[in-house]
């Protein structure tokens, strides 16, 4: 089914199903029984499929595991994890408190992924300095770019334009060589149409720290060019967007980019 059609669509949301691809199965009366989110290789999608055919490693599966006295932290977790795929975000707070109650163990994924989902709750449910308090006493978990990113798009969808900048510019801090954090705070500024001198010079860093990776570097060019393009250095936007083009001569997206930067360039050398 395709997510984006009316009818995959109801389904899509009527199972809480979030981001593609998703695999969703259910009974013969509609009960989900288990789902697989993500890409995998085709051989653990076999196996995958193979354990939900035998009910293993489900949620019915970990919860009858649970109430006949196996309570281990992998158990738990995976009950937690479950509910949380499935969007019962109370269900999955109920099983990571009793997780980290009674598995305190911070260098465990567990912990730290129970952790994580219990400040980013809290932050959803309106306690701002929830994962602010979070990157603060686990610094070094896997999780905090995570965090930043939860922020930062809360923020935008909420319209707060300032502390979703405050948000980047604190994850930038954190991590100055991280690509994803430089390439869309860049993009988002070039939305905004804020701070776009300070936006291109980060994609610009990015681009350099890409230099291994083309495809990446690809993707991060072209935000250099929308920057340079809300900035009207049309010449140089087209300069860039063609860098991209040299990478992926088969993206339509980058073509059609030069196109709207040459368009903009025409229009701006016209006599008022």
Same mark, same amino acid.
């Given at each position: 089914?395709?997510?984006?059609?009316?009818?995959?669509?109801?389904?899509?949301?009527?199972?809480?199903?979030?981001?593609?691809?998703?695999?969703?199965?259910?009974?013969?009366?509609?009960?989900?029984?288990?789902?697989?989110?993500?890409?995998?290789?085709?051989?653990? =999608? /076999?196996?995958? !499929?193979?354990?939900?055919?035998? &009910?293993?490693?489900? $949620?019915?599966? @970990?919860?009858?595991?649970?109430?006949?006295?196996?309570?281990?932290?992998?158990?738990?977790?995976?009950?937690?994890?479950?509910?949380?795929?499935?969007?019962?975000?109370?269900?999955?707070?109920?099983?990571?408190?009793?997780?980290?109650?009674?598995?305190?163990?911070?260098?465990?994924?567990?912990?730290?992924?129970?952790?994580?989902?219990?400040?980013?709750?809290?932050?959803?449910?309106?306690?701002?300095?929830?994962?602010?308090?979070?990157?603060?006493?686990?610094?070094?978990?896997?999780?905090?770019?995570?965090?930043?990113?939860?922020?930062?798009?809360?923020?935008?969808?909420?319209?707060?334009?300032?502390?979703?900048?405050?948000? =980047? /510019?604190?994850? !930038?801090?954190?991590?100055?060589? &991280?690509?994803?954090? $430089?390439?869309? @705070?860049?993009?988002?500024?070039?939305?905004?149409?804020?701070?776009?001198?300070?936006?291109?010079?980060?994609?610009?860093?990015?681009?350099?720290?890409?230099?291994?990776?083309?495809?990446?570097?690809?993707?991060?060019?072209?935000?250099?060019?929308?920057?340079?393009?809300?900035?009207?250095?049309?010449?140089?936007?087209?300069?860039?967007?063609?860098?991209?083009?040299?990478?992926?001569?088969?993206?339509?997206?980058?073509?059609?980019?030069?196109?709207?930067?040459?368009?903009?360039?025409?229009?701006?050398?016209?006599?008022?």
């Amino acid at each position: 089914m395709n997510a984006n059609e009316e009818n995959a669509r109801k389904v899509f949301d009527e199972y809480n199903c979030k981001g593609v691809p998703h695999l969703l199965f259910v009974d013969d009366k509609g009960n989900e029984v288990d789902r697989i989110i993500g890409y995998l290789p085709p051989s653990e =999608y /076999l196996a995958r !499929i193979q354990d939900i055919i035998n &009910n293993k490693h489900t $949620l019915d599966d @970990y919860i009858s595991q649970y109430e006949n006295g196996k309570a281990n932290a992998e158990i738990i977790a995976g009950i937690a994890l479950k509910y949380e795929d499935r969007g019962d975000s109370d269900n999955a707070k109920k099983f990571y408190t009793i997780l980290i109650k009674d598995f305190p163990d911070p260098s465990s994924e567990y912990y730290q992924r129970g952790t994580y989902f219990l400040a980013s709750d809290a932050f959803e449910k309106g306690v701002s300095m929830a994962l602010n308090a979070y990157i603060a006493s686990f610094p070094d978990s896997p999780f905090i770019e995570d965090a930043f990113f939860t922020m930062a798009y809360h923020y935008a969808e909420e319209e707060m334009a300032e502390e979703e900048i405050k948000v =980047y /510019l604190k994850m !930038i801090d954190h991590f100055p060589k &991280n690509l994803g954090a $430089l390439n869309s @705070y860049a993009w988002r500024m070039s939305e905004l149409e804020m701070r776009l001198e300070d936006a291109l010079k980060k994609v610009q860093k990015a681009v350099i720290l890409s230099a291994d990776s083309p495809n990446s570097q690809a993707n991060i060019i072209d935000t250099e060019a929308e920057v340079l393009w809300k900035l009207k250095r049309f010449d140089a936007a087209i300069d860039a967007i063609e860098k991209a083009i040299s990478i992926d001569p088969k993206n339509d997206y980058f073509r059609d980019q030069k196109e709207k930067f040459i368009q903009s360039k025409k229009e701006a050398s016209q006599p008022v």
